[in-house]
């Protein structure tokens, strides 16, 4: 048997293969095969992390999110491997409690649910906080008696005294009085809100919670204020002060009780980790119920930690972006600096935006094929000059960063998504390219690495592309079956058939 009839036989396998499991998980399972056909479902998963002291039991106590502003829990899920475990009320509350009788290492307790929004959630009732005067020292009183005389004179309503607090707060360069309150409370601007607001007698508290984006890590909780304004509830962000709960701003928790409690712990840490997926509620509920008894969802993505899926989410992109310089090297016959330094440079692009990532590129690289050409003439050994490259490129990302940081274009802070050492090898191949073919076939290659990875980011940003490779991991067996086949294509590229178009004419 040829090679050739091997690798096809061996592609087409894998393609049924990976065809048949995503017809399986559509028609079986009920998963979309289009995106936009469902609700957005938001994993979010809470990572407690402790470390042990001498000696004692060990309790953590978690405060539990209950549905308020139209969203839906569909299901909770936790992990407490050697705890002893139970979910317990408290006015009216649930907390997670976790026990133990000894812990002797580090220990990582897992907690996970999964939410959906509401087309018309508001918030829930609630009851008025009741009002309690802050324990203040005779100092800190007067100066807080100023602070609040000053805000109700130029006020009229709550909601103004509050709007008024929050700008006074949040300024640059605050007030005598204000930045005396500011250093007396260790610069934590939350805590004078709050008591500000208690001292002049306005109804607040908090609402603890998380900003709900699409594969974040580690993040912690934010803080809102809402106050009562006669018959209204009005919301704030004390940092921006502005007026309105947020559409991506999930509760977990309202009012001053801690989130967290750790008994016989130290150094004690509440992360979050979020991930967004477009399924049919009815399909989610199936795999949460039937998770352990499908091993195709057993052995799945949805399986793995919520942080690791937010990984694996622009992970699978790759393949697609391979695919297209496979296409574009193949059948195309275009030049590219690298084999897959174009895809990584599109996954940039998806962090940065198109735009703004061939600005931070030509700018970089640029710049350091200057640095490059200088350094030429020093003849150091090829490690010592990449080495001055990277250096080089990472002084002008954060050059560029601060810079755009102090012009407003905030954008340009993610320069850092850009892979610091294939730059530098691209400004190495380049300057190397340079030396020894010319300047018009670094132009060429250039050209082509940039010309790839824009066509790779169109593809892979594309939200049909985004839902198949997340929700149908199997594509990819069947992906790598069609890269098997043009793996074994020696026919001509296009652009050879351009060069040469002239035997064509030869009668």
Known sequence: MSSTLKITLIALFMIV???????????????????????????????????????????????LPEPDAGWVSLDDHFASSGFHFSVKEKNGHR??????????????????????????GGLTDRLVPKLAQP?????????????V?????????????????????????????????????????L?????????AKVPSQLIKGIFLEDGRRRQRIDSLVEIVDGDHWLVFNPKTGHE????????????????????????????????????????????????????????SIYSLPVEQQGIFKGLLLIPVGALVIVLLRILVGLKTSGTFMPILIALAFIQTSLLMGLVIFLTVVGFGLWIRYYLSYLNLLLVARITAVVIVVILLMASLSVVSYKLGFHQALTVTFFPTIILAWTIERMSILWEEEGPNEVLIQGGGSLLAAVLAYLMMSMPLVEHLTFNFPELMISLLGVILLLGKYTGYRLFELYRFRDFGRIE
């Open 149 to 189: 005389e000053r805000l109700k004179k130029a006020s009229s309503t709550p909601g103004e005294f509050a709007t008024l607090l929050f700008e006074k707060v949040n300024l640059q360069q605050p007030d005598q009085d204000m930045s005396f309150l500011l250093s007396s409370y260790g610069g934590v601007h």
């Open 135 to 147: 324990n203040l020292t005779s100092v800190n009183t007067d100066v807080m008696q100023k602070v």
């Open 95 to 120: 907390h997670a409690h976790w026990t133990r009788e000894t812990m002797e290492r580090a220990t990582t307790l897992f907690y996970k649910t999964q939410v959906y929004r509401m087309q018309d």
């Open 191 to 199: 805590d004078v809100i709050m008591d500000v607001l208690a001292y």
């Open 17 to 63: 293969i990976g065809l048949g499991l995503t017809l399986y998980k559509n028609l079986a399972l009920g998963f979309p095969l289009l995106p936009g056909v469902s609700e957005d479902v938001w994993t979010i998963e809470s990572k407690i992390s402790l470390k042990p002291v001498r000696g004692g039991a060990v309790e953590v106590v978690l405060a």
């Open 244 to 299: 309105g709960l947020p559409d991506n701003f999930f509760i977990w928790q309202r009012g001053s009780e801690s989130m967290l409690d750790v008994i016989g712990g130290r150094n004690s840490t509440l992360e979050f980790a979020l991930v967004k997926n477009t399924l049919p509620l009815k399909s989610l509920l199936f795999m949460e119920r039937q998770i352990e008894e499908q091993p195709l969802l057993d052995f």
